[in-house]
């Protein structure tokens, strides 16, 4: 059993920056690919960006060159780095670890709200 805390959502104006931070607990291996995705309402969620266990980094087309995903496996952690942020970023940010269609837990999300 995996738990995932997700923190640094708030309010922010365009233009401004935040960090996300998500800590798992339980059994990890760094093998594992972790995410984070969005859901806007009335939207479907969606991926932001993903990263594996060696460090490689998927992003959506949206948030290329604003957002920076990293992971410190040592202390079972992703962080998303989001600069130049936009009212169209805001959303609930939800943090993701899956190894298996049996192994895939979700946090339970963190309000970004990008406005003036």
């Known amino acids: 059993q995996v738990q995932l805390v997700e923190s640094g959502g708030g309010l922010v104006q365009p233009g401004g920056s935040l960090r996300l931070s998500c800590v798992a607990s339980?059994?990890?291996?760094?093998?594992?690919?972790m995410g984070w995705y969005r859901q806007a309402p009335g939207k479907q969620r969606e991926l932001v960006a993903s990263?594996?266990?060696?460090?490689?980094?998927n992003y959506a087309d949206s948030v290329k060159g604003r957002f920076t995903i990293s992971r410190d496996n040592a202390k079972n952690t992703v962080y998303l780095q989001m600069n130049s942020l936009k009212p169209e970023d805001t959303a609930v940010y939800y943090c993701?670890?899956?190894?298996?269609?049996?192994?895939?837990?979700w946090g339970q999300g963190t309000q970004v709200t990008v406005s003036s």
């Open positions: 339980g059994r990890l291996f760094s093998i594992e690919v």
């Open positions: 990263i594996t266990g060696g460090g490689s980094t």
């Open positions: 993701n670890v899956i190894r298996s269609a049996s192994f895939n837990y």
